[in-house]
């Protein structure tokens, strides 16, 4: 499924229970105003009219896209992950280590929804 909105779209499928969101882009000179979290929320209305509990993402490694996410209460999925976020988020001076050894790799995040 697809939403699109003036701002931006957000593309996501819904299986067992579970909204997989497969992307989310905001144009890029309304970015940073605040409509990326709204087309989540929105969308995350829409999940829970269709019985979905949880809401699972695949975060590329861009530091702004993860913090998005954290932003929006995603958590990350394993152990690994949540050490590198925590890494990401608490020391600008390991980023470039982080990128260099897992520059192709994406973060599972997911968020519980009620
Ligand atoms: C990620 C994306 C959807 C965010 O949409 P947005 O409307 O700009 O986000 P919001 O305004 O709702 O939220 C902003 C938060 O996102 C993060 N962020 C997004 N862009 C950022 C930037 N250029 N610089 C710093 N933080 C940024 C920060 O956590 C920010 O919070 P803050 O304003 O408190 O610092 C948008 O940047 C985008 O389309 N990026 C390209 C596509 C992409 O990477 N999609 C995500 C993967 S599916």
Redo the contacts with the bound molecule.
């Keep these: 499924m697809k939403l699109i909105n003036k ?2 779209y957000i593309e996501y499928i819904i299986d067992n229970n579970i909204a997989n ?6 144009k890029k000179k ?9 087309l989540l929320k929105q969308s995350e209305k829409i999940f829970l009219n269709n019985g979905v509990k949880e809401v699972i ?4 490694q ?1 530091k ?2 993860i ?2 996410w ?2 929006n209460n995603f958590v990350p999925i394993d152990k690994k992950e949540k050490d590198i976020i925590e890494c990401i988020n608490s020391s600008d001076a390991h980023i470039d280590y982080i990128f260099d050894i897992d520059q192709n790799s994406i973060i599972l995040m997911k968020k519980i929804i009620k």
């Design positions: 701002y931006g969101i497969i992307f989310l882009e905001i309304y970015r940073q105003k605040g409509y990326g979290s709204k993402v695949s975060a590329n861009s702004l896209a913090s998005f954290i932003k």
